[in-house]
């Protein structure tokens, strides 16, 4: 019996074998989750279809763009008539326009900061209290993904560094908010993992080689490290830990240089 036996978790943000979020849904589904998957729309949902065949039993899946009016409450509304509970969210989501992803911050544009916070920081927001009355009572998780250009300075990653602050700031308000509902909410920051996502930051492998050289591991993460810590995160193992931000880097976030 694995640590999330019986457990019904939803993933958002799967998009391909390269993404965190397939990283978790497999350490979950290795311990027994019973997942379900949100796909922003039909061309990512034929990928993510395609992935959901490595397992044995097939993930629930339905679309949900988080920039829509109301999908989300339809996306809670199609899960309801397969499921009368949630007991975990993964929220793995985060878009910027690739113009902001470079040159200098000042130049940011309104449409372009709004877009980053929607998708990247509010969407957490509206995912836990759409899925509330499916979790309200479980000992429930919500585990969401930042990284260090939350808090420090990142050349290029400009207007999704603030998008990822307030991403963790919203975790440490929303675990306040529903802890006494039985929802705990913590989110992981993991160091650069070569996604496809990823890859729109400007110069994105010197974050790369910086980490592998200088943390105090000497290496990179990868999909496979952040999974086994959502996992953890998501399974009564940390009952105790809410509103926390996890780093999953290496150790390059104790450095002082």
């Known amino acids: 019996m694995g640590l999330m036996t019986g457990k019904n978790v939803v ?14 849904a497999k350490a979950l589904h290795r311990e027994g989750a019973k997942l ?14 395609k992935l959901a065949t490595e397992f044995e039993e097939p993930p629930f899946m339905a679309p949900c763009d988080v920039a829509v009016e109301g999908d989300i409450d339809r996306f809670y509304e199609t899960l309801g008539k397969q499921w009368d509970a949630i007991d975990g969210i993964v929220h793995s989501i985060a878009f910027a326009k690739r113009e902001e992803l470079g040159g200098n911050f000042v130049d940011t544009s309104w449409e372009g900061y709004a877009l980053a916070q929607q998708v ?10 759409g899925a509330l009355p499916m979790m309200e009572g479980r000992d429930a998780s919500v585990v ?3 990284y260090y250009g939350a808090e420090k300075v990142v050349t290029n990653y400009n ?5 990822k602050a307030a991403l963790e700031a919203s975790t440490r308000y ?8 039985g929802v705990r909410v913590n989110a992981i920051s993991a160091g650069p993992i070569k996604t496809v996502s990823a890859m729109g930051v400007g110069d994105f492998g010197t974050l790369l080689a910086a980490m592998a050289d200088k943390a105090p591991l000497r290496r990179n993460v990868n999909q496979g490290d952040v999974g086994n810590t959502a996992a953890f995160l998501m399974s009564p193992l940390s009952a105790g830990i809410t509103g926390q931000v996890i780093y999953v880097d290496a150790g390059y976030s104790i450095l002082g240089i």
């Open 11 to 24: 993933i958002f943000g799967v998009a391909n074998k390269r993404s965190i979020a397939w990283g978790i």
């Open 36 to 49: 379900a998957f949100a796909y922003q729309n039909d061309r990512m949902g034929e990928s993510v279809k």
């Open 144 to 146: 969401c993904l930042s």
């Open 120 to 129: 990247s920081a509010w969407s957490l927001i509206g995912l836990v209290k």
């Open 159 to 163: 207007v999704m560094g603030v998008a």
């Open 174 to 181: 929303l675990a306040n908010d529903v802890g006494p509902k």
